[in-house]
């Protein structure tokens, strides 16, 4: 399984990817507010590639339930900065940019980000061109309406198949535009208006997503749906041992990319599940 991003093309058959989270903004439901300035998040970068991370997904909006969105002035006025910096600081480091706005995508791949991030799978009208015109990776991800409206209804009757189909119409509507099939991954977009059943359902289906062909990305990390099944009630920051296993879970039922704020811990327990999910092939 490849995914082409720019200059550098993953091999995932060989083992997932762990893509770390900065995310510059005042508001986001683990990390609001702690990087935020340039100097604090450039440092966050510098210690997740430190801790093995492949990817840094670098955010300038909120996505978390009910949030409104961000201008695209706005969002690169918060990502630029660090951008700069990290180009000068870690000019190898494959830098993703996690935005809905084309005209973000836009600036940001002129400074060198390799990935898109698009969790509204396209809605921006110009967001196909901008990713094709770079040769950048896309991830294409499943959301109910927006982040302001998600979780007013998480009702499905088939939530996996709905994903699915989704997920398949946006890739043709992203090839239509001129994105290479090779460039694509696909997110069931655990959390985005979904019910704590309905993410765990999408995990333990994962398997449908990855029948598409396209690598399979999954943030699951500290998000609610974890506490609603353990019925902890701390911030996010206590659901660290939650998300392993949700990590775990995904890379055996097929996970290519996993989105995480916990690299370290996170690249071990991929490691295992990856060797699990190899063992079982070769068993069956
Ligand atoms: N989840 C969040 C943001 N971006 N992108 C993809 N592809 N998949 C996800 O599951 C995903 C995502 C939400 O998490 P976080 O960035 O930690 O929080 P916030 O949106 O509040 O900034």
Redesign the pocket.
């Known amino acids: 399984m490849i995914w082409r991003c720019r200059d550098v093309t993953y091999d995932l058959a060989d083992r997932p990817l762990v893509m770390g ?1 900065v ?1 510059v ?1 005042p ?6 507010g702690r990087y935020l300035d340039p100097g604090a998040a450039l440092a966050r970068c510098h210690e997740l590639l430190s801790e093995g991370a492949d990817v840094l997904d670098l ?1 300038g909006e ?3 339930p009910g ?1 409104p969105d961000v201008p695209a002035d706005e969002q690169w006025r918060r990502l630029e900065p660090v951008l700069q910096a990290l180009r000068a600081s870690r000019p190898d480091a494959v830098v993703s940019v ?1 935005t809905r706005s084309a005209e973000v995508a836009r600036r940001a791949v002129a400074l060198g980000a390799k990935v898109v ?1 698009d ?1 509204s799978a396209l809605s921006d009208p110009g967001m196909g061109e901008v990713v094709a015109g770079a040769g950048a990776g896309l ?1 294409l ?1 499943h959301m109910r309406g927006t982040p302001e409206t998600m979780q007013q209804d998480t009702v499905y009757d088939d939530v996996s198949a709905e994903v699915t189909a989704f997920l398949r119409t946006r890739m043709a509507r992203a090839v239509a535009a001129g994105v290479a099939r090779e460039a694509i991954a696909l ?1 069931p ?4 208006g979904k019910s704590a059943a309905g993410s765990l359902e999408l995990l333990a289906r994962l398997p449908e997503l990855a029948a598409l062909d396209r690598p399979v ?1 999954v ?1 699951a ?2 998000k609610s749906f974890l506490a609603r099944l353990t019925g902890d009630d701390g911030p996010p920051q206590d659901r660290i041992a939650a998300s392993l296993a949700a990590a775990s879970i995904a890379v055996f039922e097929g996970a290519h990319v996993l ?1 995480v ?1 916990d690299v370290a811990a996170t690249v071990r327990v991929a490691r295992i599940a990856a060797a699990a999910r190899r063992a079982r092939r070769t068993i069956a």
């Open positions: 989270i995310n903004t508001d986001s439901f683990s990390d609001g955010g909120s996505t978390r949030s996690d991030n969790v991830v991800m997110d977009g655990i959390g985005f990305l943030g990390s500290r989105r704020h």
